[in-house]
């Protein structure tokens, strides 16, 4: 019976002393039974990650059933041989498969197994929206409407109401809200007056209780509105004295 010497070298993971063990001349690697072998543990250690043999040496799949995932993750005390043995590769193959020059792995890295379905290219990184730009946008479209008549249930260019005015601003970005200021008053969250940006809506009780008029803020205590009395979209001030003593509140729909 005879026994090959990387065999026993997997078994002990050291290599055969060569200063002490004499080996068949006509097969270097080939042993046979009842040779006895000193093992230099002092002079040759071989790493435990990453100890692989041979590398083409064909294994059979023990523990995984099932078809192979694209990757492996290395865990503590993994090897190549292990590794391969598990997936039912070669440790020849694995290394093709990730460029690797020699045998040292490392816990954590993720090693492609051969044979797997490719992996899915990465998706595209898209860059987040910037809520300032959109809402930048927002008013320059809502100040591009400045002088549009108004119209009583009116929700578009020809004419609009104060809801119908500010729904129409607000859809041109995707933005759906209701056709009234009543509705309105539940959209967003609710702001304090203090704590205004551009964009916020702003609400007033004018010819009846709660919320009876909108207005688009567009900062520096001005808001732009449909305005009934002057018959067109225009600009006002939060500290006009009329509006200053009906506003009851304001609520932010762009975060």
Same mark, same amino acid.
Request: proline share 10%; hydrophobic share 35%.
């Given at each position: 019976m ?13 290599l =055969?002393? !060569?200063?002490?063990?004499?080996? &068949?001349? #006509?097969?270097?690697? %080939?042993?046979?039974?009842g040779?006895?072998? +000193? ?46 043995r ?10 093709a ?22 992996? =899915?290219? !990465?998706?595209?990184?898209?860059? &987040?929206? #910037?809520?300032?730009? %959109? ?5 320059r479209? +809502? ?8 119209r ?17 601003v607000?859809?041109k ?24 940006r ?8 004018t010819y ?7 207005g ?6 001005r ?10 979209? #225009? ?20 975060p």
């Open positions: 005879t026994k090959k010497l990387h065999i026993v070298v997997r078994r002990w993971q050291f =055969p002393d !060569r200063r002490t063990n004499r080996r &068949p001349e #006509r097969s270097p690697t %080939r042993l046979l039974a040779i006895s072998l +000193a093992l230099a543990a002092a002079f040759y250690p071989l790493p435990q990650i990453g100890l692989s043999p041979v590398d083409n040496f064909p294994v059979t799949r023990t523990a995984y059933a099932g078809p192979a995932p694209a990757t492996y993750t290395i865990k503590p005390g993994d090897t190549l041989w292990g590794i391969a598990r997936y039912g590769t070669t440790v020849g193959a694995l290394k498969a990730n460029g690797l020059k020699g045998d040292l792995i490392f816990p954590g890295q993720v090693l492609r197994l051969p044979g797997a379905a490719p992996l =899915p290219p !990465r998706p595209p990184v898209s860059q &987040p929206s #910037r809520a300032g730009d %959109r809402v930048q946008e927002i008013l479209y +809502a100040e591009s409407l400045l002088g549009v008549p108004y009583w249930s009116g929700n578009t260019p020809t004419g609009f109401d104060c809801s119908g005015y500010v729904r129409h607000f859809g970005f995707g933005i759906n809200l209701p056709h009234s200021s009543y509705a309105q008053f539940t959209c967003g969250t609710p702001v304090a007056r203090e704590a205004l551009p964009g916020d809506l702003v609400f007033f009780s009846g209780p709660g919320a009876t008029h909108v688009i803020y567009c900062g520096s205590g808001f732009l509105h449909a305005s009934s009395a002057a018959g067109s979209v #225009r600009w006002q001030s939060l500290d006009d004295a009329y509006y200053k003593a009906r506003y009851i509140g304001a609520r932010r729909i762009v």
